[in-house]
């Protein structure tokens, strides 16, 4: 999984900063090319009969837009550069996810980094409709991030484990992680189960926890074993009432510095795992979160 070109879309507000000091991060370990990407989005005046002074007013805003935008991409620039980090900037106009995902496609992108959460033309919060569409249609992992941490650090790596084909990719990602940064890397499965079957007798809930423990070994058993050389890596079951909050719970308890996890889950039926647990953690655990998204189709 090389990593040689980052993108960080930024729209200017603090998470998408946060991003910024994890791309930066990320280029300096994998020595890669960082693209600066702004979008700046438009009204679209084309059904209203607009006056004229009114649209030379709009062109006078937009420009002064860009302008701005320009002026802070290309310090920016500078920053990474004078770290000895390739970069580059550019500024797009159009709809924010769309223009992401282009710029991934045309710069042969191999990782993205944004917020969470960020700012749309009028500086208001939105929880996450840009964030949510590129992790939903984008074919390179994601970083996204939220809140910043104080000193940036990756000492332990979460997997969560669904037992489908996709946990393959999201494994292997978090292993080169783990041997780029000399990291500990958590394999966790999280049973879902209401907490009424607590009070169940017989070792119910062994065995279901041996079950998954003797799936995740299965996991493991597969890589090959110069992947996992040097690689300090722990099995984890879990029980709780959704896997999502399961995630978030074992991140918080274990103080784990990022999670990497894929966008794909077979429960089943074959199923789009994004907007369930995968987006549910994206957007609610407290440190950053790389999604990947398998390069296969489910039969």
Same mark, same amino acid.
Request: charged fraction near 25%; aromatic fraction near 6%.
């Given at each position: 999984m090389p990593v040689k070109r980052i993108l960080w879309?930024?729209?200017g507000s603090k998470e998408s900063d946060n991003a910024l000091r994890w791309a930066k991060m990320f280029a300096t370990r994998f020595d890669a090319r960082v693209t600066a990407l702004s979008v700046l989005e438009t009204l679209n005046l084309d059904t209203l009969e607009v006056a004229d002074d009114l649209r030379r007013e709009m062109s006078r805003?937009?420009?002064?837009?860009?302008?701005?935008?320009?002026? =802070?991409?290309?310090? @920016?620039?500078? @920053?990474?550069?004078?770290r000895g980090i390739k970069a580059e900037m550019r500024i797009a106009r159009g709809v924010p996810h769309q223009e992401i995902i282009k710029a991934v496609q045309s710069r042969a992108i191999d990782l993205i980094?944004?917020?969470? =959460?960020?700012?749309?033309l009028w500086g208001r919060m939105l929880l996450g409709s840009t964030t949510s569409r590129v992790l939903r249609e984008a074919h390179v992992p994601v970083l996204t991030v939220r809140q910043a941490a104080r000193k940036l650090t990756v000492k332990k790596i979460l997997v969560p484990a669904s037992f489908s084909p996709g946990d393959s990719a999201s494994l292997e990602w978090a292993l080169e $992680?783990? =041997?780029?940064?000399?990291?500990? $890397?958590?394999? $966790?499965? @999280?049973?879902? @189960?209401?907490k009424s079957y607590n009070g169940v007798t017989g070792g119910f809930m062994? =065995?279901?926890r041996d079950s998954a423990t003797r799936q995740l070994q299965a996991m493991l058993d597969a890589v090959p074993s110069q992947k996992l050389k040097g690689v300090t890596l722990t099995p984890k079951v879990k029980a709780f009432p959704r896997a999502w909050s399961g995630v978030v719970d074992f991140v918080r308890q274990e103080g784990i510095d990022i999670i990497v996890m894929s966008t794909h889950a077979r429960k089943g039926a074959p199923r789009f795992f994004l907007g369930s647990v995968a987006e549910s953690v994206a957007k609610e655990a407290p440190c950053p979160v790389i999604t990947v998204t398998p390069q296969f189709d489910f039969p």
């Amino acid at each position: 999984m090389p990593v040689k070109r980052i993108l960080w879309a930024s729209d200017g507000s603090k998470e998408s900063d946060n991003a910024l000091r994890w791309a930066k991060m990320f280029a300096t370990r994998f020595d890669a090319r960082v693209t600066a990407l702004s979008v700046l989005e438009t009204l679209n005046l084309d059904t209203l009969e607009v006056a004229d002074d009114l649209r030379r007013e709009m062109s006078r805003i937009d420009s002064a837009i860009k302008k701005k935008e320009t002026k =802070r991409l290309t310090h @920016v620039r500078t @920053v990474l550069e004078k770290r000895g980090i390739k970069a580059e900037m550019r500024i797009a106009r159009g709809v924010p996810h769309q223009e992401i995902i282009k710029a991934v496609q045309s710069r042969a992108i191999d990782l993205i980094a944004m917020g969470k =959460r960020g700012l749309n033309l009028w500086g208001r919060m939105l929880l996450g409709s840009t964030t949510s569409r590129v992790l939903r249609e984008a074919h390179v992992p994601v970083l996204t991030v939220r809140q910043a941490a104080r000193k940036l650090t990756v000492k332990k790596i979460l997997v969560p484990a669904s037992f489908s084909p996709g946990d393959s990719a999201s494994l292997e990602w978090a292993l080169e $992680l783990a =041997r780029k940064f000399g990291a500990a $890397l958590f394999l $966790l499965h @999280v049973i879902e @189960v209401h907490k009424s079957y607590n009070g169940v007798t017989g070792g119910f809930m062994g =065995r279901l926890r041996d079950s998954a423990t003797r799936q995740l070994q299965a996991m493991l058993d597969a890589v090959p074993s110069q992947k996992l050389k040097g690689v300090t890596l722990t099995p984890k079951v879990k029980a709780f009432p959704r896997a999502w909050s399961g995630v978030v719970d074992f991140v918080r308890q274990e103080g784990i510095d990022i999670i990497v996890m894929s966008t794909h889950a077979r429960k089943g039926a074959p199923r789009f795992f994004l907007g369930s647990v995968a987006e549910s953690v994206a957007k609610e655990a407290p440190c950053p979160v790389i999604t990947v998204t398998p390069q296969f189709d489910f039969p």
